[in-house]
């Protein structure tokens, strides 16, 4: 027996085991990340509300929709809840509007269980009190639009029951033109299978969902299935981010952040005693545009005399200390502004809504700590409601948990908008010139902007600092103001303001 033969057939057989295991390691590894396709679930039911003050027989229909790629393979599901007016002949004349949330990361609970949807969760709407734990209270939405049009209410990939599946990748959808391009895509195909390419369309975007509809909008006109919309509404804009990321060296965001600074101040009775809100504001409006913009363009070119009369009126404005004022370098950070307001009282107001308060405990902390209170003393409240809302009312049962938002979308954003190894240089995200491009080559589109003088994460002002510039055309712009936060409709009031509005303007 040859010793060197053997030794040669051992090594054989040790590589060929290796390999063996290899390719069903491989195998196994490439089954796992193609995510089973199953057949995509519909529950429909049949309801009837009042909206409007009009009795409206309509239908709910919660179901997955598969997106698939160029070779008619399934990469995606998309999960959507759509309320059709029944017994309508000509859907000519009612229009369709596509619902969404931003983020990005979130889905469409808040204006599905907020705003829109035929019912909505009841949380205390001078933002006093925590959601609590259950129960929790639905109430019919008198104040709903099903009375002038039908809701598509869409969850993006990652969100709500919204997967990827099949072949397709998370990055073929976590960024802001993959996301878009989804969107449309889903928008075609639900205008398509149900008849609708005649209605007038609409979306409703909220926060990050205002870009995402922009963007949207943008790609509907592409891809040989040009779908021109009618109208935007746009709740808390964020197109231009420059006006909505406080952050040192940031110029454009402390001016465009001061007004909302100024309402908040006033709201907590720290600033404008004896002024109305409205008064107030406008006060704040020109002194940004006319003192404080020439004056943190200067920087330290500013004597110190001119820096402590700044300083003084900042401190007038804001309710906050001159001192802490002038060793901010007469720029406040937003978060920073929220825990010096009402550090008195041990208290950190909300930034999505600056009426909120949050008890701390650590006071010593510059920024809050315990997260946005405006949003931990509202979101159980939503996410049970909700959950509650599709198994009692729609019949909805399915084999996976409906998330309300994804942390790891935001983680994993892909915010460029040209193709990996084409040059790119970061730049603060801004699709407003593509709202001015569309709507000048789309000349039907018009567009509300609702803004909240409370909001401390996309500023009112920024709204009009926005809207002012990048070639939109100013003609086709409504702004409304409510005396809430970014979702305004918490506050009943504000509730019953905006529906109105958005009533008002679908009907014209």
Partial sequence: MNPFSNKLNNIILVIAVFLLVTNKLTAQENKDSIKVVHAPKTFTTNHSGVFGGKTIMYKATAREIHLKNDKGEPVASIWSVAYTQDGNKDVSKRPVSFVFNGGPGSASVWLHMGMLGPQIVKTDSDARKDDGAAPYQLLENKYGLLDITDLVFIDPVGTGYSEVIGKGKKEDFWGLS???ASIAKFMRLWVTENKRWFSPKYIMGESFGTTRAVAVANTLESGGQNMALNGLVLISQALDYAGSTSINDNITSFLTYLPSMAATAWY???????????????????????????????????????????SGRLAYFTGLDKN????????????????????????????????????????????????????????????????????????????????????????????????????????????????????????????????????????????EYTFARHGIVKERIIKTYYEAGHMMYLHEPDLIKITADVRKFLSK
């Fill in 324 to 463: 802490y004022i002038l060793q901010s370098n007469l720029m406040i950070l937003m978060p920073r502004f929220q825990k010096q307001l009402l550090a008195d009282k041990g208290l950190a107001i909300g930034r999505l809504d600056g009426r909120f308060m949050g008890d701390e405990t650590d006071d010593m902390t510059q920024t809050p700590h315990l997260g946005d209170p405006a949003s931990y003393q509202i979101e159980s409240a939503f996410t049970a409601s909700l959950n509650h809302y599709y198994s009692d009312m729609l019949k909805v049962s399915m084999d996976r948990p409906y998330l309300t938002s994804n942390d790891e979308i935001g983680e994993k954003w892909r915010w460029r908008t040209t193709p990996d190894g084409k040059y790119w240089e970061p730049w603060p995200v801004n699709v407003a010139r593509q709202l001015g491009e569309t709507m000048r080559r789309n000349t039907d589109l018009k567009v509300l902007v609702a803004s909240g003088y409370y909001d401390l994460i996309c500023p009112f002002f920024d709204a």
């Fill in 178 to 180: 993959e996301d878009a």
């Fill in 268 to 310: 907590h009775k720290k600033a404008g005693l004896g002024l109305t809100m409205e008064a107030f504001v406008e006060e704040s409006r020109q002194f940004t545009y006319n003192v404080y913009a020439p004056a943190l363009y200067k920087g330290n070119l500013l004597t110190s005399a001119e820096k402590n009369d700044l």
